[in-house]
């Protein structure tokens, strides 16, 4: 069994920041990438930001320079700092893992957490 538990979202005002957390938990063997996606009302879920095992990173246009993704590879743990919200950035957002139970890799998705950039 694995989880992953994200963490961190809420209410914040435009130009504001939030953390968000997210870890994996069960039985890992090897976590290869891991990633944050969100999804708002009516629209398609999609890539926010993504980062290796070694640390590469990529991230949708809307978001390059003012999110940045990070990992503690001994926790498990990977985080997206948001700064500078807008009002375009509501959404539900949802961690993302590609790991392994021992055999091949797949994808494992947390809960989602909500996240309201409001004035």
């Known amino acids: 069994q694995v989880q992953l538990v994200e963490s961190g979202g809420g209410l914040v005002q435009p130009g504001g920041s939030l953390r968000l957390s997210c870890t994996a938990s069960?039985?890992?063997?090897?976590?290869?990438?891991m990633g944050w996606y969100r999804q708002a009302p009516g629209k398609q879920r999609e890539l926010v930001a993504h980062?290796?095992?070694?640390?590469?990173?990529n991230y949708a246009d809307s978001v390059k320079g003012r999110f940045t993704i990070s990992r503690d590879n001994a926790k498990n743990t990977v985080y997206l700092q948001m700064n500078t919200l807008k009002p375009g950035d509501t959404a539900v957002y949802y961690c993302n893992a590609e790991l392994s139970t021992g055999g091949s890799f797949r994808d494992y998705w947390g809960q989602g957490t909500q996240v309201t950039v409001s004035s």
């Open positions: 069960g039985s890992i063997f090897s976590i290869r990438a």
């Open positions: 980062i290796t095992r070694s640390g590469n990173t």
